[in-house]
Nanobody, 123 residues
Framework: QVQLVESGGGLVQPGGSLRLSCATS????????MGWFRQAPGKEREFVAA????????LYGDSVKGRFAISRDNVKNMVYLQMNSLKPEDTAVYYC????????????????WGQGTQVTVSS
């Protein structure tokens, strides 16, 4: 069992940056591949980024490639999502997720989820 708590969301202007954090507790974070997903009102949950258990492998959704970066610190039990060059279409609730196997871009493959943090990109 693992608990996930996201933080770092907020209101930012287009072109700005935010860093989201996901704190994990319970079973050792290094046992899990981690992912970030987002969901905008009226839309399906969308894959954003994922990172393997030791951080050697990362995956990104096409809409965020080159702008977002996922990282993890297994000593601090933290996962991060650095978001740069933010656009209004990045506005969504962002969720952190964990799974016991390798990285995946599919939300249903993840076993544990946080409560989400709101990111709003607007001038």
């Amino acid at each position: 069992q693992v608990q996930l708590v996201e933080s770092g969301g907020g209101l930012v202007q287009p072109g700005g940056s935010l860093r989201l954090s996901c704190a994990t507790s319970g079973r050792t974070q290094g046992s899990y591949a981690m992912g970030w997903f987002r969901q905008a009102p009226g839309k399906e949950r969308e894959f954003v980024a994922a990172i393997s258990r030791r951080g050697a492998a990362t995956l990104y959704g096409d809409s965020v490639k080159g702008r977002f970066a996922i990282s993890r610190d297994n000593v601090k039990n933290m996962v991060y999502l650095q978001m740069n060059s933010l656009k209004p279409e990045d506005t969504a609730v962002y969720y952190c997720a964990a799974r016991l196997s390798g990285v995946s871009i599919t939300s249903t493959a993840y076993d544990y989820w946080g409560q989400g943090t709101q990111v709003t990109v607007s001038s």
